[in-house]
């Protein structure tokens, strides 16, 4: 067996073998060390063991990106019916504040129709949208006949889906222009959460900013689980707070940042929202 020419013809589809590895010189170096201390027959695990290693979690296989093109349509069901839903229903002020709240709805339409074409492109089949109740079971018993509950409500689905999809963003990575797509509407998601938060924070209601500091959410505990976790200050393993001498508080350290949520936060999240 020529392991050389192993990697040789690994190179030619993924020209980064060596670097995710460490490089080429240390990788042949560290495997003619691995060589002279195992038996021929016991190489190949050896050899595997590195690959392993050097492509841990990055899937990127077409049925991971299905799941996860789903994971998410789920999520832009959710926004574009609740939208479609608060703009024939909720009291929003004519003039700047519906055209907004009818522009994020197109949006999130968008997102609905982008991903089951994706997903049906992929090979794969478009989850059924559920039936959503978005009281949340009685939690938010307002939120289509209260403007300022609709837009907490709005928020706080904003601020999910930003997480949700930076949550899952690597599991994609070798997903070529699936992890763009997603990267694409992650940042759309941001800039409605942004601006969602700048609509309330006109109405005053409540001490909202453009982007999250620490885990407060701005609404209540009703909504906390979607906030938890944003209070982080450590980033790869380094310290934000007072990094480089500089004095930067832990406020601005958390407000810089911005944290993923995993597959199972998301659905406990969301799952009240679904009947």
Known sequence: MNFLNIFSEIEKTDPEVFERMDSRRSTMKNFANIGR??????????????????????????????????????????????????????????????????????????????????ITGAGGQPVAKPTFDFTARGTFPTVFTDYATFLAVAQTFEDTGVRAYKGRAAEIVKGGDVLTAALNIHSVEARHAAHIRLMRKANNFGDVKPWIT?????????????????????????EIVNIGGQTISANAASEAFDEGLTKAQVLAIVQPFIV
Do not use: C, W
């Not at 195992?38 to 492509?55: I, R």
């Not at 296989?61 to 574009?80: Q, R, S």
């Not at 939208?83 to 999130?108: C, D, F, M, S, V």
């Open 37 to 118: 201390k195992l038996t021929l027959t016991a190489l190949p695990f050896a050899l595997g063991s590195m690959f392993k290693k050097a492509y841990a979690g990055t899937t990127g296989t077409t049925e991971t990106v299905v799941e996860i093109l789903n994971y998410a349509l789920t999520l832009e069901y959710l926004e574009a019916e609740f939208y479609e839903r608060g703009n024939a229903l909720a009291p929003i002020p004519a003039g700047a504040p519906k055209t907004a709240i009818q522009t994020i709805g197109a949006h999130e339409t968008a997102h609905v129709n982008f991903l089951k074409t994706a």
């Open 214 to 238: 620490g885990k407060n959410s701005g609404i209540g505990a009703a909504v906390q689980a979607s906030y938890d976790g944003e209070e982080n200050t450590q980033q790869a393993g380094v």
